[in-house]
């Protein structure tokens, strides 16, 4: 059984090298309104994730919905383990399949056979079994004698050709997603499509970060709206869609107070 828990977890980032003139330009131009901050070195920490709390189960496809800057991106490489809380606790049980950034682990002076094995013990899985997968990967990447040419020497479409296929060989348990990806050219994207949709259906537990609401309704039954790294509604698709809406249209949720209707929806109220 999967499962995705936070208890209070914050994520912060120190700033080096700070002066006062560039603190005076990063409290002007930031939108983190009060995620500034410094610490016991007098550095300036920039508050990406504030005590955010809920929990995931097998079944479970969240969304993750907000402005950008809201800390969907850092909340995804939290749970894929880039990032540790420096505060709060982050529990998970489930073999975790990120597709924030598929070309990480590819070393372009090797060849592609070379980078399927490569890549692959870069997404923790031994290299006995990715020798058994690479027959299918390499039939998929549709690339042929390119295999087993330098990676440098690839296109940008032939780069990512091989990528995907490497990133999407195994069906995770919890799949983490950063937008819905495009994958190569009109050719290669029919294909990359449906290996897409095999891989979210194959999953036990699913967290989609996406400015295409269209597509959060198909996929996913939850959802958490994200502002300043704080979660600031948490519940159906549905209703946090409008949350995020009036978000954007009052610059808060409290006109949603006024009519009645609760801000923050606990996880026992969105389950």
Same mark, same amino acid.
């Given at each position: 059984?999967?499962?995705?828990?936070?208890?209070?977890?914050?994520?912060?980032?120190?700033?080096?090298?700070?002066?006062?003139?560039?603190?005076?330009?990063?409290?002007?131009?930031?939108?983190?309104?009060?995620?500034?901050?410094?610490?016991?070195?007098?550095?300036?920490?920039?508050?990406?994730?504030?005590?955010?709390?809920?929990?995931?189960?097998?079944?479970?496809?969240?969304?993750?919905?907000?402005?950008?800057?809201?800390?969907?991106?850092?909340?995804?490489?939290?749970?894929?383990?880039?990032?540790?809380?420096?505060?709060?606790?982050?529990?998970?049980?489930?073999?975790?399949?990120?597709?924030?950034?598929?070309?990480?682990?590819?070393?372009?002076?090797?060849?592609?056979?070379?980078?399927?094995?490569?890549? &692959? =013990?870069?997404?923790?899985?031994?290299?006995?079994?990715?020798?058994?997968? *690479? $027959? !299918? #990967?390499?039939?998929?990447? %549709?690339?042929?004698?390119?295999?087993?040419?330098?990676?440098?020497?690839?296109?940008? &479409? =032939?780069?990512?050709?091989?990528?995907?296929?490497?990133?999407?060989?195994? *069906? $995770? !348990? #919890?799949?983490?997603?950063? %937008?819905?990806?495009?994958?190569?050219?009109?050719?290669?994207?029919?294909?990359?499509?449906?290996?897409?949709?095999?891989?979210?259906?194959?999953?036990?537990?699913?967290?989609?970060?996406?400015?295409?609401?269209?597509?959060?309704?198909?996929?996913?039954?939850?959802?958490?709206?994200?502002?300043?790294?704080?979660?600031?509604?948490?519940?159906?698709?549905?209703?946090?869609?409008?949350?995020?809406?009036?978000?954007?249209?009052?610059?808060?949720?409290?006109?949603?107070?006024?009519?009645?209707?609760?801000?923050?929806?606990?996880?026992?109220?969105?389950?």
């Amino acid at each position: 059984m999967s499962y995705i828990r936070l208890d209070n977890v914050s994520i912060e980032f120190p700033i080096y090298q700070g002066s006062s003139r560039s603190l005076k330009k990063a409290l002007i131009a930031t939108s983190t309104r009060g995620n500034l901050a410094r610490d016991g070195l007098d550095r300036v920490m920039v508050r990406a994730l504030s005590n955010l709390n809920f929990e995931l189960q097998s079944g479970d496809r969240l969304a993750l919905i907000g402005p950008n800057g809201a800390g969907k991106t850092t909340l995804l490489k939290t749970l894929a383990g880039i990032y540790e809380p420096t505060q709060g606790r982050f529990h998970s049980v489930g073999k975790v399949s990120s597709l924030l950034n598929t070309q990480v682990g590819l070393n372009t002076d090797a060849t592609g056979r070379e980078n399927i094995i490569l890549r &692959g =013990m870069f997404m923790g899985m031994h290299p006995k079994e990715m020798h058994r997968l *690479a $027959p !299918e #990967i390499a039939e998929f990447t %549709e690339l042929g004698e390119y295999l087993d040419m330098p990676v440098r020497t690839y296109s940008a &479409g =032939m780069m990512v050709r091989l990528a995907f296929a490497i990133s999407t060989c195994v *069906a $995770p !348990e #919890i799949l983490l997603m950063d %937008e819905w990806l495009s994958v190569g050219d009109a050719q290669f994207l029919e294909k990359a499509q449906r290996r897409i949709e095999g891989f979210v259906l194959g999953s036990n537990i699913l967290v989609l970060a996406s400015h295409s609401f269209d597509l959060v309704e198909q996929w996913c039954n939850r959802a958490i709206l994200l502002h300043h790294g704080k979660i600031a509604m948490m519940g159906t698709v549905k209703d946090v869609i409008a949350g995020y809406r009036e978000l954007i249209e009052y610059g808060s949720l409290e006109h949603r107070v006024e009519l009645g209707e609760p801000a923050m929806q606990h996880d026992a109220d969105a389950a």
